[in-house]
């Protein structure tokens, strides 16, 4: 039986996914991601990558093998303690920042707490302390339609971080931006992971991998062909 060491935050054993009767998209994965890590995720299209990220988020189960975050055996939990899991453990970041446009940037940030059933006024200080820290407090009451790309990457930054989860995901964060706003992100996450946030990252960008990441794997045919972890601590 495989034990789960603590000092990591995730804990991948023996990890496989097949989807209906084709390849596996992944298998035999084996990864252990220590807490405060920062891990780019690269590899070519159809590796495994989004894949990996969904097993992680608890929005798919694996086909074999154990997945523990936190401690938690994130594969064996039952729908209402994974979505739970979801609310408290796991924020995301999309390439397409995947924000409610009827509501406002401040209720995009809030709607994680309000989910998870934090009081209003605590739930309140943290949007506001997180809209000031992320620069874009000044558009709390607009919807985020009008707003740049990279500061809709910011607003989903900021209801991905509401609720203080120990693990930020993010796939393809700059994907979608213009070269500058992507700098901004990519800037950002970097200042995240070194006040000790950990971050697994998908990402073709090899200037945000760089940028952020404290440890590249790269995926190819859903194995791990490549783990290095960055030499010059930053
Ligand atoms: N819901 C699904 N049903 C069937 N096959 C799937 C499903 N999701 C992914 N796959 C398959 O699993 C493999 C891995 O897909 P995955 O989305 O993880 O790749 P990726 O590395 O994220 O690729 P990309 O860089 O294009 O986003 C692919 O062969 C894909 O077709
Ligand atoms: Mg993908």
């Keep these: ?22 390849p596996a998209a992944l298998s035999g994965l084996n990864l252990r991601v220590r807490r405060g890590e920062a891990l780019a995720v690269l590899g070519p299209s159809g590796s495994g990558k989004s894949t990996l990220l969904n097993l992680l988020a608890g929005l798919d189960r694996p086909s074999t093998g154990q ?21 408290s453990h796991v924020g995301m970041v999309f390439q397409f920042f995947n924000l409610l446009d009827d509501l406002t940037v401040l209720d995009n940030v809030l709607l994680p ?11 309140a200080a943290r949007a506001g302390e997180l ?37 930020l995901l ?11 706003s992507g700098a901004d992100v990519r800037e950002l996450l970097r200042e995240l992971n070194a006040e000790g ?20 794997i790269e995926l190819v045919d859903g194995r791990i062909a490549r783990d290095v972890t960055a030499a010059v601590t930053r």
Excluded at 145 to 162: F, I, K, N
Aim: proline share 5%.
């Design 67 to 87: 997945v523990t975050v936190d401690g938690l055996r994130v594969d064996l939990l039952s729908e209402a303690a994974c979505a739970k899991y979801r609310r």
């Design 131 to 167: 809209l000031d820290r992320l620069g874009i407090a000044r558009h709390a009451r607009a919807r985020p339609g009008r707003l740049s790309g990279g500061e809709r990457q910011r607003v989903a930054v900021a209801r991905a971080l509401m609720n203080r989860p120990p693990l």
């Design 170 to 180: 993010a796939d393809e964060p700059t994907g979608a931006l213009d070269s500058a």
């Design 1 to 22: 039986m495989h034990e789960p060491d603590p000092a990591h935050l995730i804990d991948l054993s023996d990890v496989g996914r097949t989807y209906d009767d084709g």
């Design 113 to 123: 707490a309000q989910l998870a059933g934090t009081d209003r006024a605590g739930a």
């Design 197 to 216: 946030q950990t971050i697994v990252l998908v990402t073709h960008d090899l200037a945000l991998a760089e940028a952020c990441a404290t440890r590249t």
